[in-house]
């Protein structure tokens, strides 16, 4: 499975922006997926994990109300809505393929900036 993450950008605390992740083709029902984030000098946190299917999501404590994460089956892709950003967002995204219990694959990241 091959992943890419896009769409991260520079914006101001509460703005919102939507990250993308194109997922390699028939893998998007073969597996779960979930979103990590790296600030610097911090370990990659948890940020928010969507099961095969859709039916089941789970988010970090930091961002429960805030994000929101979903995929589309037709597109081949995952997405991380983010909504209320607050500068401690700030972070390289990325996005990895889950089988059982073990991510597997990661895409390149994508930066996203909260300006204060």
């Known amino acids: 499975v091959q992943l890419q993450a896009s769409g991260g950008g520079l914006v101001q605390t509460g703005d919102s922006l939507i990250l993308s992740c194109a997922v390699s083709a028939a893998a998007i029902s073969s597996y779960a997926f979930g979103w990590f984030r790296k600030a610097p000098g911090q370990e990659r946190d948890f940020v928010a994990a969507?099961?095969?299917?859709?039916?089941?999501?789970d988010y970090a404590d930091s961002v429960k109300g805030r994000f929101t994460i979903y995929s589309d089956n037709a597109k081949n892709a995952v997405y991380l809505q983010m909504n209320s950003l607050k500068p401690e967002d700030t972070a390289i995204y990325y996005c990895a393929a889950k089988r059982g219990t073990d991510y597997i694959a990661w895409g390149r990241g994508t930066q996203v900036t909260v300006s204060s």
């Open positions: 969507i099961s095969r299917g859709g039916g089941i999501r």
